[in-house]
């Protein structure tokens, strides 16, 4: 890797993490407050609500959003993001369905207020596919102050909104109103920021049919993989406790993934989006790949390790200080996943490698067995009435050592490449 390239990485990653940074502040500024207006079965309320608004916006756009970093030609990508914008709008429509099972939706999770909110899946749907692509976009151009400064905006309003409309005594309702605006905003403004550098809707069919076949992996086996990986870390994996060991434990379960997740996130997506970016242009050329690899995992172990260590060692008194007594097992929540979290960072970085080598079938047949081995750890512990913290422990181990294994299998079908 030439001395130009590992600058403008650092760089580039610099400026991704400094603005995230700001944005990053901000809940965790708001943590305590947000904490102590709302209770855990609310908080769990609006998770499920999410999973399954996750679960249809990661392939609402037949994940052809990915697919804009990828061709060479302007006029290609231009083809690719109208292609990602008319899928996300067909498919943010079919949602509107839900409103007619909106009881049955809320008595799978026995959650019966869920129902008040399903009239929001549409909506929310659409707006984390066009987040994605607008942001892919916005990448491709190498434009990574309009990212910066979108996530900040999201950060901003998001969890102001929770506060403001939670001292309002809006309850659940506000978690909802303050999740759409955070997203609704940065959408609106990298639209505005990039609209005259494209048409909005290329209309030609052939050009938007010749870039369906040329990357149609991604409906057809990339959009699988997303959704399998949703579907079984968020969907069923919430489902699950919340069916089994209640709304209460799930807040708890949930809010120790949003506060501890969150600052790794920050780092995570600035460094695996560079990864992405500045790999895929090396396919072939496998010694600078495996440099820009071992790069990226580096600098994720630099904040993780530390983190997961300070967790281990102090994440229950520090849940309870930070967000009040009732949070307290989110701490020993977290104390249990570090492991598990620190490898799944390490791991999620470079997770694109399968995608840019075309090893995603066997991408998928592996995330299925460790979703299996994972979600199964699950299903016996309500068989025999295992409690949580128990399960946990088991559910921890397991995906460590998944986690390892595409670590090692990545580095493998980097090697692997022909010169």
């Not at 502040?25 to 499920?48: C, D, G, H």
């Not at 505005?192 to 086996?221: C, G, Y």
Request: charged share 15%.
């Amino acid at each position: 890797m030439s001395k130009d390239n590992s600058g403008s990485f650092v760089k580039n990653f610099l400026i991704l993490f400094t603005g995230n940074s700001i944005g990053q502040v901000v809940p965790f500024i708001l943590a305590p407050i947000i904490a102590r207006l709302y209770q855990p079965e609310q908080i769990a309320i609006q998770e499920n609500f999410l999973a399954m608004a996750s679960l249809i916006g990661i392939i609402a756009a037949g994940r052809y959003d990915l697919a804009i970093l990828l061709p060479e030609k302007e006029e290609d990508a231009k083809s690719v993001f109208s292609l990602s914008a008319y899928i996300t709008i067909g498919i943010s429509a079919l949602c509107l369905v839900t409103l007619f099972f909106s009881d049955a939706i809320a008595r799978f999770y026995q959650t019966p207020m869920l129902a008040d909110f399903i009239a929001y899946l549409a909506p929310s749907v659409f707006l984390i596919s066009a987040l994605s692509i607008l942001s892919q976009w916005i990448l491709r151009r190498k434009l990574y102050a309009v990212i910066t400064s979108s996530r900040i905006m999201q950060s901003l309003v998001q969890n102001g909104a929770y506060v403001v409309l939670g001292y309002l005594g809006w309850g659940v309702q506000g978690l909802f109103f303050g999740w759409i605006l955070g997203i609704l905003i940065p959408v609106v403004w990298m639209f505005l920021k990039e609209m005259k550098s494209f048409k909005p809707f290329i209309t030609n069919k052939q050009a938007l049919s010749a870039m369906a076949k040329e990357h149609k992996d991604f409906p057809t086996v990339n959009a699988i993989h997303a959704f399998t990986d949703i579907l079984a870390t968020q969907f069923l994996l919430y489902w699950l406790i919340t069916r089994n060991h209640g709304a209460l434990v799930l807040g708890l379960f949930a809010v120790m993934n949003r506060y501890l997740r969150a600052p790794l996130n920050l780092v995570g997506s600035a460094v695996g989006q560079l990864y992405f970016r500045e790999a895929s242009a090396l396919i072939g050329r496998k010694d600078e790949q495996i440099h820009i690899f071992y790069r990226s995992i580096k600098i994720i172990s630099l904040f993780v390790i530390p983190a997961m260590v300070v967790v281990v060692i102090m994440g229950p008194s520090i849940f309870e200080w930070y967000l009040g007594s009732d949070w307290r097992d989110s701490g020993v929540f977290a104390r249990i996943m570090a492991p598990a979290i620190l490898f799944n960072f390490l791991a999620s970085v470079v997770s694109t490698t399968p995608l840019m080598l075309k090893e995603q079938k066997t991408a998928y047949i592996v995330s299925i067995i460790g979703y299996v081995l994972s979600l199964g750890t699950l299903l016996i512990g309500a068989m025999f009435n295992t409690s949580f913290e128990e399960v946990l422990y088991v559910y921890s181990a397991v995906l460590s050592i998944y986690y390892l294994f595409l670590l090692v299998w990545y580095r493998n079908i980097i090697l692997k490449q022909a010169v």
